[in-house]
């Protein structure tokens, strides 16, 4: 009765734990538990432990690693179903996770889907323009890493197509070569054009090279525009 009390109802893992003590020993969770802990150790133990500075910073890498698995737990789910088909409860249910930590991140599902496709465009925009150099041609072996990052996110393309959110990918080219910019020192005008031109140019490649089903290879699509 204490754990029921304590555990939410999609702590799942706490839940099984605690009906796998009480059909092994026929005690519960609570008792079981105070009756262990009050047996003397058998060893004296020496506890070691990392300090991390600084703290904001192991907070800001935690954040976005539960920022990641919501979104992810998203593309699992548009995998199986449109993206106005899913509740914020299947999302939960998926994910063996309370409401109110998705709520502690998104404020909806489409913040969710904004992050996903921003974490997703700026590991791509940032290979294409970090190897730009000047011109509108980029290197080969870069375009190779670029064509070759977006074949490895085939699933990724997949459910942005089935559900039509081609036009958000554009959209949010635009946002990621605005924040790549703000960490640099500031360039011409033409060269930010140019930017813009590179960045949705090679998008509506990508998405046009998906859309028929991948027909050259990354090296073969790296050649051409190289």
Same mark, same amino acid.
């Given at each position: ?29 609570t008792a ?13 133990? /020496?506890?070691?432990?990392? #300090?991390?500075?600084?703290?904001? %910073? +192991?907070? =800001? *890498?935690?954040?976005?690693? !539960?920022?990641? &698995? ?11 179903k449109?993206y ?72 990724? /393309?997949?459910?942005?197509? #089935?559900?039509?959110?081609?036009? %958000? +990918?554009? =959209? *949010?080219?635009?946002?990621? !070569?605005?924040? &790549? ?43 051409i525009?190289?």
């Open positions: 009765p204490e754990s029921a009390q304590r555990l939410h109802l999609k702590d799942r893992k706490r839940i099984l734990r605690a009906l796998e003590v009480y059909y092994e020993t026929g005690e519960t969770i079981h538990n105070v009756r262990t802990q009050a047996i003397p150790a058998r060893y004296n133990p /020496l506890w070691l432990g990392l #300090d991390f500075e600084p703290r904001a %910073l +192991l907070y =800001d *890498r935690i954040n976005l690693r !539960v920022s990641i &698995m919501l979104e992810q737990g998203l593309l699992e789910a548009m995998k199986l449109r106005d088909e899913i509740s914020i409860s299947d999302l939960c249910d998926r994910l063996e996770i309370p409401r109110k930590s998705f709520y502690r991140y998104f404020v909806g599902k489409d913040g969710a889907l904004q992050a996903l496709i921003d974490h997703t465009l700026s590991d791509c925009n940032e290979i294409a323009l970090l190897g730009w150099n000047g011109s509108t041609a980029l290197d080969e072996q870069v375009q190779l890493r670029f064509f070759s990052y977006w074949m490895a996110h085939r699933d990724f /393309l997949d459910v942005i197509q #089935d559900n039509g959110f081609q036009h %958000l +990918l554009l =959209d *949010r080219t635009d946002a990621i !070569v605005d924040r &790549m910019k703000e960490n640099r020192e500031p360039g011409s005008f033409a060269r930010e054009q140019v930017e813009y031109f590179v960045a949705h140019g090679l998008m509506a490649t990508v998405l046009r090279w998906h859309q028929l089903g991948f027909p050259a290879s990354p090296e073969e699509m790296a050649a525009f190289g």
